[in-house]
Structure formats: structure tokens, C-alpha cells
């Protein structure tokens, strides 16, 4: 096996903590599929049937996830080396929660349900950087449900942002209209749009029409 090849699947989430052999053996006996996306290309679509993993290896995805009854969005970057895929391959739902597409030449290993399931088996090691990685996100969100109470409204709309992100750091962009940002808040519009304007005097936020940029979620939080 190359050292390319070794050094790369050993950067990546899920292989970490395998040695050579175990590398040289999966790639030798196992299927994994080596890709690149085009900019603008679809990885997956949200509410699709997952039945497979995807790594990302360079370059970058872009995710994007709708709300239930489609009235609004929510647009971010994955972190290089994200993993898709992976919290919905087994249980109940089955279906990808987001829809990502390649924001610049992104290179991929995807890994189909049967492989996953027989690496997971034969490499423990695997099988932990699994549950750690659902085990970490899981307590994210937990973690939501115990913050304090927002003191102002300023500090209300950065908890709904906060609650609907993958991950609060990097650019975010909220598809969503004043009124209904005001509805989901149960505030008047004309306070929605005084206070998201406060933000955007301090340089927290950009605003368009029914949009809301960010380009450091985590300056916003700190605002």
C-alpha cells in the first residue's frame, strides 16, 4: 500500500488508532470508494436514504438543512475530515437530516452499510471512535437544554441560531424572513428587525432579504 494512502485514511475520523496492518488489511479485503465532487455538485439530499458513510479528505462541503415544513433554511460549512452520514446509518430514521454539496474540488471516501458493519466488528477500535463521535454530538445538544435564560432579545435570537447549527463556529447563513423569525420567537417583526440591525451595526451579522450572513458564528456567540 502506498504511504499516501496510509498517512491519509489514518488522518481521518473512524481510522484513527489503527496501525499499518489493520489499514493494509481494510484497503486489501474491504470497499472503499474513492471520489471527488465538483464544486456545486450533490453529495446527498436531505430526507434520501442513507446507506453509506462519507469522509471527506480536502476540500470542502457545504450543508444545508431545511425545517420541517420547508419554510426556511439554515447554510453552513462542514469542518475538513466531516463525517457524513454516520447518525443516521442504523436506527429508526434512515434518512440523510441535511443536504451537502461540494463548495470547491472535494475529495471523499465513502464506505457502504455492509462494510461499516464488518469493520466494526473486526476493529473495535473503529467501533469506539463510532460511539465517541455520537456520544460528543449528543452531549452538544444536551448541553443546549441546561444554558441559562436569554436576558434580552438580542440574546434570544443568538440561542435560536445556536440551536439550529451543526456546530457553532465558522460562516452561517439563515434563510429566514423577519416575521417568521419574530413568529418563532413570539416577538413583534419591528423588535426582530431593530435588534438584528443592532447586530449588524456591531458587525456581528450581514442582513438580506429574508437572510441572515455570519461569518464567525463564533464572534457572534461572543458578541
Excluded at 80 to 86: A, C, D, I
Amino acid at each position: 500500500m502506498e504511504e499516501s494512502m496510509f498517512t491519509t485514511l489514518l488522518s481521518l475520523p473512524l481510522f484513527q488508532g489503527l496501525g499499518y496492518e489493520d489499514v493494509t488489511r481494510i484497503v486489501e479485503s474491504t470497499r472503499l470508494e474513492f471520489s471527488t465532487l465538483h464544486p456545486g455538485e450533490l453529495l446527498c439530499k436531505q430526507d434520501a436514504v442513507c446507506d453509506a458513510v462519507h469522509i471527506g479528505i480536502s476540500g470542502r462541503l457545504g450543508v444545508r438543512t431545511l425545517s420541517a415544513d420547508r419554510s426556511w433554511a439554515v447554510e453552513e460549512d462542514l469542518p475538513e475530515h466531516g463525517v457524513v452520514g454516520l447518525d443516521v446509518l442504523y436506527g429508526r430514521r434512515r434518512t440523510y437530516a441535511n443536504t451537502y454539496t461540494a463548495l470547491e474540488p472535494t475529495r471523499l471516501v465513502t464506505i457502504d452499510k455492509h462494510t461499516i458493519g464488518a469493520l466494526f466488528r473486526f476493529f473495535e477500535v473503529m467501533q469506539m471512535s463510532a460511539f465517541n463521535m455520537l456520544t460528543t454530538e449528543i452531549a452538544q445538544r444536551d448541553r443546549l437544554l441546561w444554558l441559562p435564560p436569554a436576558q434580552t432579545l438580542v440574546d434570544r435570537i443568538k440561542h435560536f441560531m445556536l440551536c439550529h447549527v451543526l456546530r457553532p463556529a465558522g460562516r452561517k447563513r439563515f434563510k429566514i424572513s423577519m416575521a417568521l423569525l419574530g413568529q418563532y420567537l413570539s416577538e413583534d417583526q419591528r423588535r426582530i428587525s431593530k435588534a438584528l440591525h443592532s447586530m449588524a451595526d456591531e458587525g456581528l451579522v450581514q442582513l438580506y432579504r429574508r437572510a441572515v450572513a455570519i461569518d464567525s458564528f463564533e464572534r457572534l456567540l461572543n458578541g
